[in-house]
């Protein structure tokens, strides 16, 4: 028997847990499919599926098996992949959403240039699902945002970007040259999914903290609307926007840590992490990641007093 | 940053206000009214340390030699050995630390008696500081205001206050913002004495107690404030070096004299420190 085709059939109707469902996306007639489950069945001598009520379960040795079964079609996936990498196809790449469009323009174009073989199909993800899809082999490579990490994720050399803070024009702090993160007391703050970011969310809050800045409210989202609305300040690096006012950030507290990530290195994908840090330092004002500034408490003498 | 936000910062605090700062490093610098001379007060402990340092590098003086200041020398003042009760036998260091880190007038007038003032006004010749001067004690400044006045403290009558010889930089302890500045740059930079009693100059500036000033317009952790005050009737300064954390070192110094004679001016205090950030940031621009 074909084991990994009858692997796949078994996870198609574990996330249904209907026979007729899992056959309409499998692209097959209910019947044969419902035989070929038995026939697993048979194969690892273990009920999958509890059919005796009118829905579908999974039994305890099919919830114990899903997990495995999944790696495995999505790792038999992966070598078909490799394979028509190797005939220079697709290299399908993640991008968080709020990398600025220039960059991922830049990307597309610095990678055509090096590899015109293979076309890149960029998808803006956030770094969490990144790492799933790497997982799942739905991309091959990521850009993402540390700190991350899973295992049998490899990353590629990591840049850093200093950040600043994004306030509305009609801001009081707008007219300083620069903002200390203590001095946005009483504003609120936007920031990308906590989902999403979860490594950078945590860092930034934190460093927020130690510097006398705790945000009354936290907004989630990619855009610059709260920001435009004087509703709340984001950190990002310089962005030229009418109604918005960028400033650097005294001390430069904030450092956006990125690099690109991988599962399976493929030339396509050594190519595209090399072109990848080519384009982040030149549009993106990224740079080598140096050593961290030590953080320095002034002393003044009325703090113990 | 321009002239006319200074003014209206100043005005808006009730004081008439003088500025200066620069980068101590490349020398850019904002000057507004920097150049007007102005009663020191007891700003002119700093260059009284300076001279301090360096006659203890020249070997003229042990810093670590005990004086004994006995009650009945004492000189009157709101801190440190000027507020106690008893004879203090103390290293000469430690008097130059009370003078500063707490503006303590005995310990001044004790060191002072000591270094001399030609030896400080011709170090600040040597320094081209020539619009600083050391002329009076804490006890002949106290004295001064007592006889001009015909009374003694407070002094809060309009009357009183333009007969004050102490407000009148010709005749008492003087420099400019400018000059303070200066000075300060001097020590930053390893060049006012021995590099050893730089350090120790900025370390012991560092320790000064007062925060309303020019450390409250830099609220932050990673920010370090040093200075020196000086405070007379209506009149309120500081000179001092703010520290940024990426190495910036900016010297400053800001004189205001309030329209007000009340004692009490939160806000005239708290522009030395506001003004002052504005000044740093468009440095920094």
Redesign the interface.
């Known amino acids: 028997m074909d084991l990994v085709r009858h692997l796949r059939y078994f996870t198609v109707v574990a996330e249904e847990l209907h026979f007729g469902n899992a056959a309409i996306r499998l692209g097959m007639a209910q019947p044969p499919l419902s035989q070929r489950i038995k026939r697993l069945e048979e194969e690892l001598g273990v009920r999958l599926f509890d059919r005796s009520s009118r829905q579908v379960r999974l039994t305890e040795a099919g919830r114990l098996l899903l997990g495995e079964a999944r790696e495995i079609v999505a790792r038999v996936d992966r070598l078909h992949e490799l394979v028509r990498h190797g005939e220079g196809a697709v290299l399908k790449i993640g991008v968080p959403p709020d990398l600025a469009a220039a960059v991922i323009a830049g990307l597309v174009e610095g990678f055509r240039a090096s590899d015109p073989e293979v076309r890149l199909a960029p998808a803006e993800i956030w770094t969490a699902d990144q790492v799933g899809a790497l997982a799942e082999g739905l991309i091959d490579v990521g850009v993402v945002r540390h700190p991350v990490s899973a295992p049998g994720l490899r990353f590629g050399q990591v840049l850093v970007q200093p950040q600043g803070v994004l306030l509305a024009s009609g801001d009081p702090l707008a007219g300083s040259g620069e903002v200390h993160l203590a001095d946005l007391a009483g504003r609120e703050l936007l920031m990308p999914p906590r989902e999403g970011e979860p490594g950078m969310h945590a860092e930034v809050l934190a460093e927020c903290r130690r510097h006398g800045y705790v945000p009354a409210q936290v907004h989630e989202g990619a855009g610059l609307g709260l920001v435009l609305a004087g509703v709340a300040v984001a950190f990002g690096p310089r962005v030229e926007q009418p109604g918005l006012a960028w400033r650097p950030l005294l001390g430069s507290p904030l450092v956006c840590r990125v690099s690109t990530a991988w599962r399976t290195a493929t030339a396509a994908v050594t190519g595209f992490s090399a072109v990848a840090v080519q384009t982040l330092k030149e549009r993106a004002g990224m740079m080598d990641e140096g050593a961290a500034p030590v953080r320095r408490v002034s002393r003044r003498p009325g703090m113990l007093a | 940053m321009g002239v006319p936000e200074l003014e209206a910062l100043f005005r808006a605090a009730g004081v008439r206000g003088r500025l200066f700062a620069a980068d101590i490093d490349t020398g850019r610098e904002v000057a507004y009214g920097a150049d007007e001379p102005m009663p020191t007060a007891s700003m002119f402990k700093v260059p009284l340390l300076v001279e301090f340092c360096r006659q203890a590098d020249a070997g003229l003086l042990d810093p670590r030699i005990r004086v004994t200041v006995t009650a009945a020398e004492r000189v009157s003042g709101p801190t440190g050995i000027s507020s106690m009760l008893d004879d203090v036998t103390i290293s000469l260091r430690d008097l130059a630390y009370l003078m500063i880190?707490v503006s303590d007038n005995t310990s001044a007038d004790t060191l002072l008696a000591r270094i001399g003032r030609d030896a400080i006004n011709a170090m600040l010749d040597g320094f081209g500081l020539a619009g600083t001067r050391v002329v009076h004690s804490c006890r002949e400044t106290n004295a001064s205001m007592a006889e001009d006045a015909g009374h003694g403290w407070p002094f809060l009558d309009s009357e009183d206050l333009a007969r004050l010889r102490v407000l009148d930089p010709a005749r008492t302890n003087r420099s400019t913002p400018r000059e303070l500045a200066g000075l300060l740059g001097l020590i930053w930079r390893d060049e006012a004495a021995s590099a050893e009693s730089c350090a120790w100059m900025r370390g012991v500036l560092?320790?000064?107690?007062w925060?309303h000033r020019l450390?409250s317009g830099f609220?932050?952790?990673?920010?370090?404030?040093s200075g020196k005050t000086g405070t007379l009737p209506t009149l309120r300064s500081e000179a001092g070096v703010v520290?940024?954390?990426?190495g910036g070192r900016y010297a400053v110094a800001v004189s205001t004299r309030s329209f007000s004679s009340a004692l009490n001016q939160p806000r005239a205090d708290a522009v030395i420190g506001t003004a002052a950030r504005m000044a740093v940031?468009?440095l920094?621009?």
């Open positions: 880190a560092n320790l000064q107690v925060p450390a609220p932050y952790d990673d920010v370090g404030v520290e940024y954390p990426d940031d468009h920094r621009r």
